[in-house]
Nanobody, 123 residues
């Protein structure tokens, strides 16, 4: 089992920044792809981005490319999502997730999930 806990969400004005954290209960970087998803009310869960440290690659959804950055601190067993130039349409509950190596955007492929953290961007 891998437990994931997100934090760092909050209310921010459009154009602002937030950094989300995802703390894992065990070392995951070498064994899992770490992904970020978001879900707005009444909407399906949406792929934001994912990082495979084993492959050394990162993928982002077009909607966030150039604004969001995934990074990690292996010593702290924590993955980060730096969100810059936030827009009202970024408002959602953000989730971190983990899967076996091989980056895919489908939520169903991710085995472990955090509880989510709310990000609200005001206009």
């Amino acid at each position: 089992q891998v437990q994931l806990v997100e934090s760092g969400g909050g209310l921010v004005q459009a154009g602002g920044s937030l950094r989300l954290s995802c703390a894992a209960s065990r070392r995951t970087f070498s064994s899992y792809v770490m992904g970020w998803f978001r879900q707005a009310p009444g909407k399906e869960r949406e792929f934001v981005g994912a990082r495979s440290w084993s492959a050394g690659v990162t993928y982002y959804a077009d909607s966030v490319k150039g604004r969001f950055t995934i990074s990690g601190d292996n010593a702290k067993n924590t993955v980060y999502l730096q969100m810059n130039s936030l827009k009202p349409e970024d408002t959602a509950v953000y989730y971190c997730a983990a899967k076996r190596p091989g980056i895919t955007p489908q939520p169903r492929e991710y085995e472990y999930w955090g509880q989510g953290t709310q990000v609200t961007v005001s206009s």
